[in-house]
Antibody, heavy 117, light 108 residues
C-alpha cells in the first residue's frame, strides 16, 4: 500500500525558512516522479512543484520560483521542499503526491505551515 | 496557463439522487482531465483520470465524460459518503497543471 507521510510543518515568522519532508513507503519510490501541492485554509488546491525520478527535470509554479526548492533522496525514499522568504500567503497545508502521467495519483495526509508573526 | 472553471460552486442533492458536476477548460486539454474528491480534514483522492477512467477502487456510480474543453463528473446515486468537495485538474498543458476551484456537494 502506498504511504506518503509529510512532516516539517510549523509556525514560522514572515521571511523565515522551513524544510518539509515526505517519507514514502509501500512502492518503489525511485521510479516515480513526485509533486508538491498546497491548500490554503478554506481554499482550493494549488500545484507547487514537480520532480522526476532521477531529479533530471524540475518545474515550479511561477509564484514560488526562486523561493522554493524541491529535491529528493531515493536512497532514503524521501522528497523535500525547502521554502525560503516565507510570506503570510504561504500559509497552507502542504501535500506530497505521486505523479503518474502528470496526474496526482496518491497523496499524503499533509503538513500545516503557518506563516505569522 | 490553462484556467479550469467548475460549476456550480455548491450543489445541494438528496441521498439517492444523481449529481452532475461541470468543468470547463480555457483551452483544449484533450482528454487529460482528472477528478478528485476531498472530504473535510482529508487529502484529495483520485477518482477519475483521462476524463473517463475510474481509478482503482472507485465505485461504478462515479463516471466521467467529455473532451477538449467541456467535462462532466456524474454520481449516479449519491451515498452519504459522497458528500464532499470535487476538483477537476488538467494535465495536458503543463507546466503548470491546474485545478478548478471545486464544487461542494452538500446534503439537500
Amino acid at each position: 500500500e502506498v504511504q506518503l507521510v509529510e512532516s516539517g510543518g510549523a509556525l514560522v515568522q514572515p521571511g523565515g525558512s522551513l524544510r518539509l519532508s515526505c517519507a514514502a513507503s509501500g512502492f518503489t519510490f525511485s521510479i516515480y516522479s513526485m509533486h508538491w501541492v498546497r491548500q490554503a485554509p478554506g481554499k482550493g488546491l494549488e500545484w507547487i512543484s514537480y520532480i522526476t525520478s532521477t531529479s533530471s527535470t524540475i518545474y515550479y509554479a511561477d509564484s514560488m520560483k526562486g523561493r522554493f526548492t524541491i529535491s529528493r533522496d531515493n536512497a532514503k525514499n524521501s522528497l523535500y521542499l525547502q521554502m525560503n522568504s516565507l510570506r503570510a500567503e504561504d500559509t497552507a497545508v502542504y501535500y506530497c503526491a505521486t505523479s503518474r502521467d502528470r496526474r496526482f495519483e496518491s497523496w499524503g495526509q499533509g503538513t500545516l505551515v503557518t506563516v505569522s508573526s | 496557463e490553462t484556467v479550469m472553471t467548475q460549476s456550480p460552486a455548491t450543489l445541494s442533492v438528496s441521498p439517492g439522487e444523481r449529481a452532475t458536476l461541470s468543468c470547463r477548460a480555457s483551452q483544449s486539454v484533450s482528454s487529460n482531465l482528472a477528478w478528485y474528491q476531498q472530504k473535510p480534514g482529508q487529502a484529495p483522492r483520485l477518482l477519475i483520470y483521462d476524463a473517463s477512467t475510474r481509478a482503482t477502487g472507485i465505485p461504478a456510480r462515479f463516471s466521467g465524460s467529455g473532451s477538449g474543453t467541456e467535462f462532466t463528473l456524474t454520481i449516479s446515486s449519491l451515498q452519504s459518503e459522497d458528500f464532499a468537495v470535487y476538483y477537476c485538474q488538467q494535465y495536458y498543458n503543463w507546466p503548470p497543471p491546474t485545478f478548478g476551484g471545486g464544487t461542494k456537494v452538500e446534503i439537500k
